[in-house]
C-alpha cells in the first residue's frame, strides 16, 4: 500500500528531515517504487511535483530535501502502484480547482470498483488518469462543490465541510480502505481507515498523527543580532507510519480530523488535543 505524510503549522516550516525519512520508504527501505509526489501551499495556491519512478533514486526529490522550502501546509504521496499503470498521470497527489483555491488529495488503499463509476462525473471533475484514488478526489470534490458555490469568494464554516467530508468517507469506506489526506489552502482534513500491517494484516491504525508546540526566536531578528521576542511555532504531522521516535498517536477505523495552523480539530469542528483526535473521545463517524 502507499504511503502519505503531510504538515500542517502555525508559521512556515521546512519538511527536509521528514522528506528524506519518507523518501528512504520509497524503494530504499521500502517496496514503494512507484512514484512520488509533493505539494507545497501558498496562500490559496501549490506547488505539486511528481514523477512515477522511485522517490529514492530521484534527483528532484533530493533537490527538495536541500532547498528547504518553507510552507505552512504540505502533502506527500510515495507509491506503492495497485491500481492504474506507472504514468504521471496516476501519480498522487492530485490537485484541482475550486472556488478559487487549489485543492490536494492524496489517497492510501484499493478501491477498484470506483471504476465502475466513471460514468458519474458530472464534466466539472473528471480524472485524468484510471486510479481508484484519482475518482475518489473527484466524488470528494462533487460533494464539496455545492458547499463552496454557496460562499463564493469565502471559505466555508469548518464544521460544514467536515460534514461533508464525513458522509462521503462513510459512503466509500465500504469499498475498501480509505486513508485520505486532503487540503483546500485553508485547511488539511484527515481520514483514518485500516492499512496493511506488518503482520499481513488489514486493520487500523491506517495513519499516525504528531502535535508538536515549541517557541523560537526568529531567525532574521537573531542574525541582525536583536532578539526581540520569541515566536511561537505549533506544527500537527500525519504519517502512514511514525517517521520518528516520538510518540505518534493511532487514529482509529474511521476517525476523521482538520489542521490548521498547526491545530487539531475533530469531526465537530472543535479544537482537540492529540490524545482526543487520536480515537480517545468519540469522534468516529
Not at 153 to 181: C, M, Q, S, T, W
Not at 215 to 239: C, F, K, Y
Amino acid at each position: 500500500m502507499c504511503e502519505l505524510f503531510a504538515m500542517s503549522s502555525r508559521v512556515p516550516a521546512t519538511l527536509g528531515f521528514s522528506l528524506e525519512r519518507l523518501a528512504r520508504h520509497g524503494g530504499a527501505e521500502g517496496p514503494h517504487r512507484d512514484g512520488w509526489g509533493l505539494a507545497f501551499y501558498e496562500d490559496t495556491d501549490c506547488l505539486l511535483l511528481r514523477e512515477p519512478r522511485p522517490a529514492s533514486e530521484s534527483p528532484l526529490m533530493q533537490f527538495m530535501e536541500r532547498q528547504g522550502l518553507r510552507t505552512k501546509l504540505g502533502l506527500c504521496h510515495i507509491r506503492l502502484a495497485t491500481f492504474g499503470g506507472l504514468a504521471l498521470r496516476n501519480t498522487q497527489p492530485f490537485a484541482r480547482e475550486l472556488g478559487g483555491r487549489m485543492h490536494v488529495f492524496a489517497h492510501n488503499g484499493d478501491m477498484p470498483s470506483l471504476a465502475d463509476l466513471r460514468s458519474h462525473y458530472p464534466a466539472r471533475f473528471v480524472p485524468v488518469g484510471d486510479s481508484d484514488s484519482e475518482r475518489a478526489f473527484c466524488g470528494l470534490l462533487t460533494a464539496l462543490a455545492p458547499v463552496w458555490d454557496d460562499a463564493p469568494g469565502k471559505v466555508p464554516d469548518l464544521a460544514v465541510r467536515l460534514a461533508v467530508i464525513a458522509d462521503y468517507a462513510r459512503e466509500i469506506r465500504p469499498l475498501g480502505p480509505a486513508n485520505f489526506i486532503y487540503a483546500d489552502s485553508d485547511a488539511l482534513f484527515v481520514h483514518a481507515d485500516r492499512r496493511t500491517q506488518p503482520d499481513g494484516q488489514l486493520r487500523a491504525p491506517g495513519i499516525y498523527f504528531l502535535q508538536r508546540y515549541c517557541w523560537r526566536t526568529a531567525p532574521e531578528l537573531h542574525d541582525a543580532g536583536v532578539n526581540l521576542m520569541s515566536i511561537r511555532q505549533d506544527v500537527a504531522l500525519v504519517a502512514s507510519v511514525p517517521l520518528t521516535d516520538e510518540l505518534w498517536e493511532p487514529l482509529g477505523e474511521g476517525d476523521l480530523i482538520a489542521l490548521r495552523d498547526g491545530l487539531c480539530y475533530g469531526a465537530d469542528g472543535l479544537q482537540v488535543e492529540p490524545e482526543q483526535a487520536a480515537g480517545r473521545q468519540p469522534l468516529r463517524l
